[in-house]
């Protein structure tokens, strides 16, 4: 059974960090790309960053030089490590495993707000 469990989210300040993780199970998960999604109210979900497992990262411009992506071989986790957060990055974060087959995690609530 595949498995994506999310956690890590929470309700931060405009300006605070937050650090979301996506445990990934029931996967060769070297053999996936793992990408992170987000998905405001009234919104499509839309890209945030990716991580290939030999290493190349991309992310949206609206992230860039905030969020920072990385990927634990042994753990089977992905982690997005978001900086300067501000009310616009407020929405739901999806762990997203595309490979063989594509996965999805449940999602974890990410809010920023004074």
């Known amino acids: 059974q595949v498995q994506l469990v999310e956690s890590g989210g929470g309700l931060v300040q405009p300006g605070g960090s937050l650090t979301l993780s996506c445990a990934a199970s029931?996967?060769?998960?070297?053999?996936?790309?793992m990408s992170w999604y987000r998905q405001s109210t009234g919104k499509q979900r839309e890209f945030v960053a990716t991580?290939?497992?030999?290493?190349?990262?991309n992310y949206a411009d609206s992230v860039k030089g905030r969020f920072t992506i990385s990927r634990d071989t042994a753990k089977n986790t992905v982690n997005l490590q978001m900086n300067s957060l501000n009310p616009e990055d407020t929405a739901v974060y999806y762990c997203?495993?595309?490979?063989?087959?594509?996965?999805w995690g449940q999602g974890t609530q990410v809010t920023v707000s004074s």
């Open positions: 997203k495993a595309a490979g063989p087959r594509v996965y």
């Open positions: 029931g996967i060769a998960f070297g053999l996936y790309a």
């Open positions: 991580i290939l497992s030999h290493g190349f990262i």
